[in-house]
């Protein structure tokens, strides 16, 4: 039972979808709460669909808002005389079944905080769901023709109606159809969401040490002090809002900026001040008013803290393309990289965000370029002209990352290409290596594309600059990483870092390392928080016994391959070795034992293989998502699944209830009463007996 599915997997997503809903509506119907299972299914289906993370465990009250007043109104059709489903009430047993079953994502919100979300929003949902100007353009239409008497659920009468609508005959809201169509052509409507991969965990220091390093920056040092400069009572600028040249001058020297004031008219050609000037006034630490350059009050706890202040100023980089790139005259053009600006600083640092391996720059100036043959039309030129426009972008681009590096973001260094940068091809359709960021694989990846000549070319020329000898690496500090983790959780991205899952309970820790988590990561989170609960022992006790409460068997199985692999020095072997004659343990224990190598079937008893096979068919009902999903499955087994069913129903595997849903399905699948293939499987095992008897 995954909590995130990949995007496109949408086979698996159902098969969980489903099992999901199934078991909340038996639970909400044993606990007397409201659930409307259409309704459970939209809320899933907008967390997997809609959303830049996916996590179905995880609602933050931004969630519920979208959902209820924005995802909701957009996709679902609720005809004229149909009766109205309690969304906010179906989502209210939802979140508690989730906190109740141990699905929750533990770096959530508390359920209380969940639930007071939905109570904030629910009284707006009917007007939401009124609101014509928030449907998607399918429910548009389809509700314009409900509300005209015409049978939406007759093809031919709605086509009949369509053909009305085109020639003018049918009546219908031009402003609210006009306002659906610039949502959806602009990107805002939620169904155009791109999913973002979730990024590999990462490792910080304390906030304490990172202040340290922020104070160090002398970009922190100059924004201060301009802003101590300036002071409350300001300094006086020109008409076009420039320092005087007297006051440029006496700043020049206060900062200590290098630029040459001797013989200068304007502080326009201080360009060095004029980017600090221009970068403090982004950070919001000084603003111009009433004719004087003024330091912002409200950022004095700002200018307090080195860290706040370093994170201000690394949150304003995205802001100063014009100080930056921009042209200083009208006898130069900007660079592609001044149009698209935004949008690449962002997809360079989150490419190299969470990287174990610095980033050669000649990869990333050349994935890059992709980007710029995506975004412009550069069929027009030849082939000097677009390799003059490429170098005036990589141009403007060391420029940014020039003053990323001076901030303290980036570091730079030369050596030798991490052998991974050389197994990705630009050209064609290729597998990347296992663990590659997501953003590295969107600019660097191009699978599925046609061998192109020249892009063959193209790689085969970056592979030998690659391998020539040592080039430029690139990666981000921790003050960088920091920042760009800060803008990552901002947008709703899934970012890991170690050490925040320290005070999880143990389901939720072991739910989110095997979901989440590589290995190594993995195996310091899980140090870090049995560490943090000082006997050892008995905080191995909890995690064993979160696996044992887990109701979902596929999940528990995961959890429990966690322990395995993340305890060191064998002791996950030694602990699940440990649990082998544990009765409610011993079938998840055995299919870990077995998948990991380190038990055959030879090594098992009778019963042991009876058990290993009963978890292996009760994971595979699960992983068809129960129901009608895993009746297919055993039906597309054919007769081969009829024994192996039959003998599984007289295991001793502790899962009495998901043996008797077993059955049935069995029964229906095969068309073979449950009943029948318990008798059967008895016979045969008697008879078998009785046999090699006879044989000694």
């Given at each position: 039972?995954?909590?995130r ?9 159902e ?20 659930v ?8 899933l ?13 995880l609602?933050e009250?931004?969630?519920v808002e979208?959902?209820?007043l ?23 047993t939802?979140?508690r079944?989730l906190?109740?079953a141990?699905?929750?994502d ?11 979300a ?6 707006l ?17 389809a ?5 005209q ?17 085109q020639r003018g005959?049918a009546?219908?809201?031009q ?14 409507a ?10 590999l965990?990462?490792?910080?220091p304390?906030?304490?040490e990172?202040?340290?390093?922020a ?10 002090g301009?802003?101590?400069w ?5 300094r ?18 206060v ?8 013989g ?20 919001r ?9 003024c ?21 304003a980089?995205?802001?100063l ?6 042209a ?24 190299v ?21 995506a975004?412009f ?9 677009h390799?003059?426009?490429?170098e ?20 730079r260094?030369r ?8 197994e990705?091809?630009?050209s064609?359709?290729?597998e990347?290596p296992e ?6 694989a969107?600019?660097l990846g191009?699978a599925?594309?046609?061998p192109d000549p ?10 030998e600059?690659?391998t020539?000898g ?10 960088g990483?920091?920042?760009?983790r800060?803008?990552l ?5 899934d970012?890991p ?6 005070q ?6 072991l739910?989110?390392?095997?979901e ?6 993995a195996?310091v ?14 905080a ?13 068997r596929?999940?528990?199985?995961a ?7 993340a ?15 544990d ?7 055995l ?5 990991h ?6 090594d ?7 058990l290993?096979?009963?978890?292996n ?9 129960g129901g009608?999903?895993a009746?297919?499955?055993l ?6 699944v ?10 001793a595997?502790p899962d009495?209830?998901?043996?008797e849903?077993?059955?049935?399905l069995?029964?229906r ?7 029948r ?11 078998g ?8």
């Amino acid at each position: 039972m995954r909590m995130r599915c990949e995007a496109g997997a949408e086979e698996e997503f159902e098969a969980a979808c489903g099992l999901l809903v199934d078991r909340l509506v038996q639970w909400a119907g044993e606990q007397g709460l409201p659930v409307d299972g259409f309704m459970a299914e939209a809320a899933l289906d907008y967390r997997h669909r809609a959303t830049a993370d996916g996590r179905l465990g995880l609602w933050e009250p931004r969630h519920v808002e979208e959902l209820l007043l924005c995802w909701l109104p957009e996709t679902i059709t609720e005809l004229p005389g149909e009766e109205r489903g309690d969304a906010p009430g179906t989502l209210r047993t939802l979140l508690r079944y989730l906190h109740a079953a141990r699905l929750a994502d533990p770096r959530g919100p508390a359920l209380e905080d969940s639930l007071a979300a939905v109570d904030a929003v629910a009284e707006l949902y009917p007007g939401a769901m009124a609101d014509r100007t928030r449907w998607g353009l399918a429910k548009f239409w389809a509700m314009t023709a409900a509300e005209q008497g015409v049978d939406v659920l007759d093809g031919a009468a709605l086509q009949r109606f369509a053909e009305r609508a085109q020639r003018g005959e049918a009546a219908y809201d031009q402003q609210a159809l006009d306002m659906v169509m610039e949502r959806r052509l602009t990107g805002r409507a939620l169904s155009s969401v791109a999913r973002a991969e979730p990024q590999l965990p990462v490792v910080l220091p304390p906030d304490d040490e990172l202040r340290r390093r922020a104070e160090a920056s002398a970009i922190v040092v100059q924004l201060r002090g301009l802003a101590e400069w300036a002071g409350r009572d300001g300094r006086a600028v020109t008409e076009a809002g420039r320092l005087r040249m007297a006051d440029a001058r006496e700043l020049v020297d206060v900062l200590g900026t290098g630029d040459k004031a001797e013989g200068v008219r304007s502080s326009a050609d201080l360009p060095r001040l004029g980017l600090l000037v221009e970068w403090a006034k982004k950070a919001r630490l000084v603003r111009v008013v009433k004719g004087r350059l003024c330091a912002v009050a409200r950022a004095r706890p700002v200018l307090a803290d080195p860290l706040q202040l370093w994170l201000r100023a690394f949150e304003a980089c995205f802001e100063l393309r014009q100080a930056l790139i921009g042209a200083r005259s009208g006898w130069h053009v900007e660079s592609m990289l001044f149009d698209a600006y935004e949008d690449v600083l962002e997809d360079v640092l989150n490419t190299v965000y969470s990287l174990p391996y610095p980033m050669p720059w000649p990869r990333l100036r050349d994935s890059v370029h992709l980007a710029y043959r995506a975004r412009f039309q550069l069929d027009g030129g030849s082939d000097v002209q677009h390799r003059m426009w490429f170098e005036h972008a990589d141009r403007d681009l060391r420029t940014v990352l020039d003053t990323m590096v001076e901030l303290g973001a980036i570091e730079r260094e030369r050596g030798m290409t991490d052998p991974v940068f050389l197994e990705v091809d630009l050209s064609a359709e290729s597998e990347l290596p296992e663990g590659m960021p997501p953003e590295l694989a969107e600019l660097l990846g191009s699978a599925g594309v046609a061998p192109d000549p020249t892009a063959q070319e193209r790689d085969r020329r970056l592979r030998e600059e690659l391998t020539a000898g040592p080039v430029e690496l690139i990666r981000l500090t921790e003050l960088g990483t920091r920042a760009v983790r800060q803008r990552l959780l901002a947008v709703g991205r899934d970012a890991p870092l170690v050490g925040e899952l320290a005070q999880a309970s143990a389901t939720g820790l072991l739910g989110v390392l095997s979901e989440d988590y590589d290995p190594d990561a993995a195996r310091v989170e899980l140090a870090g928080w049995i560490a943090a609960r000082g006997e050892r022992d008995a905080a191995l006790r909890r995690l064993v016994e979160a696996v044992r409460s887990m109701p979902f068997r596929v999940r528990a199985q995961a959890m429990l391959a966690v322990l395995l692999v993340a305890l060191p020095d064998g002791e996950g072997e030694r602990l699940l070795r440990g649990l082998r004659g544990d009765a409610a343990l011993a079938p998840l224990v055995l299919t870990a034992l077995t998948h990991h190598e380190l038990l055959s079937p030879e090594d098992m008893t009778d019963a042991e293989q009876l058990l290993l096979l009963a978890e292996n068919l009760l994971q595979l009902v699960e992983l068809a998502g129960g129901g009608d999903g895993a009746e297919e499955v055993l039906r597309a087994q054919g007769s081969e699944v009829r024994d192996a069913v039959a003998a599984v129903l007289d295991s001793a595997h502790p899962d009495r209830a998901g043996l008797e849903e077993l059955g049935q399905l069995a029964a229906r699948a095969l068309r073979t009463p449950a009943a029948r293939l318990g008798r059967a499987w008895k016979r045969r095992r008697t008879a078998g007996k009785s046999g090699r008897k006879r044989h000694r």
